[in-house]
């Protein structure tokens, strides 16, 4: 049973189905095609899913990533197809020569088509509008979960009419930030998690815009000015070219210099970002809609794979078990590796296996911390963002990182490591391979680029 019909509880549910049939419990009621659903408010902002996603879910669901392209997504190459701006202030050069594209396109189109291609599998069972209340067993196993039908929230005042007990070999709680797994399993008499949160305290707003019309038969590159952590406040920003001929904007800004959702103000905060190419390319376009601002954006992370005394039968998956500043774009692609991992491990050992849960939550944890290293280790470079300040180990891989990233921006071979570690497809040991290491010491040292290397001809497109 999995609980929540999120994005990593669709995957998870696809990956489980290969050894046993599957029931999806889900709070609200999904919509019929690619339309704003009530669980997922960040869906407005712009999302991607790394190279390294891309390949999960081409492994897990074969053609998924083709049928998104069919219907109007796109897979990008980066950074041919991205005008990127680092964190460190440099300019990356649009090399074409790397393997790496993301898949591009609005979330709700992604959450469509992922829906219509899982829930149509006859060993997956969907029941909307059902809560799950609490889990069912003790502290050495989990054996289902409590639910009651026809409610959308978690506070209940009346008896147990509603209210029945669905029994799973396997339970998985995929039901994002907001999981109330660490409370279950202390009711259980089972451990308290450990937890750690580092929040750079990172707001959001988003607009949607109508596309240039000379922009609309071209493929126009991603845009993106990313916050530098040695600044306070960082500020950043991005622009997503989606289907539908429509440009999704997300303005980014840390304690003290948040974007707000004054209509009045948006265009300004883009063009007053240390490089004011956003705002240059968006004022005077069509705005599609109000701004939609977020503010729930810290790293937070949960320890189970570190419990010695796991109960069998239950598995937490994604945001449940660590969410991350979404300007990293990781979260989904962390959770197509994770369920592939459950699909991986499942084949090696099967069901019913005692210690199954625990290796399981182990594997799952790999991709996890991939990402987590990566958003930790600039985020805690903010100030306020954690109360453990980086330690020596720490700031010297920060600073690597940042000489990574420079030499990448100007390097081709550099870059192609850069982006095997960003994507989440080789672990950060790649940075230390003689691709990055060489060019870092002795070149050829092209000149870092003085601007946004956009063509004339894009621009000429975007900016009448």
């Known amino acids: 049973m999995v609980i929540g019909a999120s994005a990593t509880g669709l995957l998870a549910a696809a990956a489980l189905a290969d050894f046993a049939d599957v029931t999806v419990v889900e709070r609200d009621r999904l919509p019929d095609g690619p339309e704003p659903r009530r669980g997922v408010p960040q869906a407005r902002h712009a999302h991607l899913v790394w190279s390294g996603g ?18 109007g997504g796109r897979l990008a190459h980066i950074m041919g197809d991205m005008v990127s701006r680092a964190p ?27 829906r219509g291609r899982v829930l149509a599998d006859e060993r ?53 930030r907001g999981s109330r797994a660490p409370r279950w399993l202390t009711e259980l008499g089972g451990p308290s998690i450990t937890e ?83 705002g240059e390319l968006v004022k005077g376009l069509e705005p599609l809609g109000e701004i939609v601002t977020t503010r729930a954006t810290a790293n937070r992370r949960r320890y189970y794979e570190r419990v010695k005394h796991w109960p069998d039968g239950f598995l937490v998956l994604g945001d449940a078990v660590a969410g991350y500043n979404p300007v990293y774009g990781h979260g989904l692609t962390v959770a197509a590796q994770c369920a592939l991992a459950v699909r991986d491990t499942l084949g090696a050992t099967g069901l019913g296996q005692p210690g199954l849960a625990r ?23 903010y100030p306020g963002a954690t109360d453990t300040r980086p330690n020596g180990v720490e700031r010297l891989l920060a600073r690597f990182v940042d000489k990574a990233v420079e030499t990448g921006a100007r390097n081709p071979r550099a870059l192609a490591a850069l982006l095997d570690v960003m994507s989440l497809e080789r672990p950060a040991t790649r940075l230390f391979s003689p691709d990055m290491l060489i060019p870092m010491l002795i070149g050829p040292r092209r000149p870092h680029l003085q601007g946004s290397p956009l063509t004339d001809a894009e621009r000429k497109t975007a900016v009448p």
């Not at 891309?54 to 990533?65: E, F, H, I, N, R």
């Not at 196993?141 to 799973?168: C, K, N, P, Q, S």
């Not at 399981?360 to 985020?379: E, N, S």
């Open 54 to 71: 891309v390949k999960a879910l081409d492994d897990l669901l074969p053609g998924l990533t083709g049928e998104i392209v069919a219907h």
């Open 196 to 278: 750690r949160e580092v929040n750079a305290g990172v707001a959001y707003a988003t607009r949607l815009y109508r596309a240039p019309e000379a922009a609309r038969n071209i493929d126009f590159p991603l845009v993106n000015v990313q916050a530098n952590p040695a600044k306070a406040p960082g500020r950043g920003g991005i622009i997503l070219p989606i289907e539908g001929n429509r440009w999704i904007v997300t303005l980014a800004g840390t304690r003290g210099g948040e974007p707000s959702d004054d209509p009045g103000a948006f265009v300004d905060f883009a063009l007053n970002l240390d490089d004011p190419v956003i």
């Open 88 to 114: 460190n202030e440099v300019w990356f050069r649009r090399f074409t020569s790397t393997h790496h594209r993301n898949l591009v396109c609005s979330r709700d189109l992604l959450d469509s088509v992922l």
């Open 359 to 381: 290796r399981l939550q182990r594997a799952a944890a790999r991709p996890v911390a991939a990402a987590w290293d990566l958003a930790v280790g600039q985020d805690a470079l």
């Open 124 to 176: 997956i069972t969907l029941r909307q509008e059902t809560t799950a209340l609490r889990l069912e067993g003790d502290a050495t196993a989990v054996t289902g979960v409590r639910i009651r039908a026809g409610a959308a929230t978690d506070a209940y005042a009346g008896d147990d009419a509603g209210e029945r007990t669905l029994r799973a070999d396997l339970v998985v709680d995929a039901s994002g």
